[in-house]
């Protein structure tokens, strides 16, 4: 059942990425036609954001009543249906409003789906995975560049994920025997073990390194979020280029991360969890330099990528150690804290450069992103130090 059970979670991976990139890559258009700033972009993001933490948060209790595929199933059709909500909203404050179930589908999932395949297959299963969520991110942005650019629509670009999401939806509706097979092929392993008590929020920031390595969440998070979000307005505002090319070439940001995470799933065959989370923070450093140079259009498009291809392993590679790390009892419970840690900097931090944006300098980018930067390689030191202990 397991192999059969593989290329369901692949997909549900892809539906995981589709929606991320499209308010990035839609924004310097959308944001004049819904008559707002261009740093209101910001607000939306932080409301989908808000969502996704109240749901990774819940994770734990939601997974050990329902099930993952359940959760699973749930998740992206609450997704579906705020991408149709998106695509029919003409003014900004609907887009707060639906914004809210578009994040309350996605943490859920997110944590449900990470955790039972840090439980159940190996490290390069989970590049992979994550590779296929690179898929999706990419995607999206390219389908809205190419409704921009063929029909100037961004409510068209939302259209497109929802019809796939819908079709997402169905083949996971169908995959669920599946998933309840698989948890009863392993009810003496890690699965049947794991305790059915729901640990409190408290109780899981006093689990040793917890705190670190939720930090370290935070800063990876902002890192990545506001790189995706602000790319584009970025090449836009700052580069010069028009929003239609802007918005293709934020998605070689995305394109870089799901190539480094298809490389990094053979590479786990050799290196550890830990190697490859410093490679990739080496990585996104000579990334931000090469955008800060200031040559050609095509250096700084070749930073993006170079900074997606850093994050690529970063992710994928500390959520597989968690089992390892906290204990397969509390795995579900820590991969909930660590999405919800991840969303509070996907929420907060775009929001911030946001306001830099308007009243500072979008130029700003680089140097933002590298703060953060240097907070998590400090953040991962102390998990690297404990875990030697």
């Not at 775009?350 to 400090?378: E, H, N, R």
Request: glycine share 10%; hydrophobic share 50%; proline share 4%.
């Amino acid at each position: 059942m397991a192999s059969l059970l593989l290329p369901i979670i692949y997909m549900a991976f892809i539906s995981l990425g589709l929606p991320d990139g499209l308010l990035g890559s839609a924004w310097p258009v959308m944001h004049q036609d819904l008559g707002c700033p261009v740093s209101y972009a910001g607000i939306i993001s932080m409301i989908i954001a808000a969502g996704t933490v109240v749901s990774s948060l819940q994770s734990d209790r939601l997974t050990k009543k329902l099930g993952a595929g359940l959760v699973t199933a749930i998740s992206v059709a609450m997704t579906c249906v705020a991408l149709f909500g998106f695509s029919f909203s003409h003014s900004f404050i609907a887009l707060c409003l639906i914004g809210v179930p578009y994040g309350l589908g996605a943490g859920s999932v997110d944590a449900a789906l990470n955790n039972y395949v840090a439980l159940h297959y190996k490290s390069r299963h989970m590049s992979w995975l994550h590779c296929m969520w690179g898929v999706g991110a990419a995607g999206g942005p390219y389908l809205m560049g190419l409704a921009l650019t063929r029909f100037n629509s961004w409510s068209l670009g939302y259209r497109y994920i929802g019809f796939i999401q819908i079709v997402l939806t169905a083949i996971l509706v169908l995959s669920l025997p599946l998933w309840k097979n698989r948890k009863n092929e392993n009810a003496d392993s890690a699965e049947g073990k794991e305790s059915d008590r729901v640990l409190s929020l408290k109780e899981i920031i006093c689990i040793k390194k917890a705190k670190a390595i939720m930090l370290c969440f935070f800063c990876y998070s902002a890192i990545e979020a506001t790189t995706g979000l602000w790319a584009a307005s970025y090449l836009n505002i700052h580069k010069h280029i028009n929003p239609e090319t802007a918005a293709f070439f934020a998605s070689l940001f995305y394109i870089g991360i799901t190539v480094g995470r298809a490389i990094n799933g053979f590479i786990t065959f050799k290196f550890s969890d830990g190697t490859l989370i410093r490679a990739g923070q080496t990585i996104i450093a000579a990334g931000i330099i090469l955008v800060v140079i200031p040559c050609a259009e095509i250096v700084s498009l070749i930073g993006f990528v170079v900074i997606g291809l850093g994050c690529a392993p970063v992710y994928p590679c500390i959520i597989h150690s968690t089992p390892a790390t906290f204990g397969e009892d509390k795995s579900q419970a820590m991969v909930g804290v660590q999405m919800a840690s991840a969303y509070v900097g996907t929420c907060l931090m775009p929001t911030l450069f946001g306001l830099i944006a308007k009243y500072v300098s979008i130029a700003l980018l680089p140097a933002y992103i590298g703060v953060f930067l240097v907070l998590m390689f400090a953040m991962y030191g102390l998990v690297a130090k404990k875990e030697n202990a």
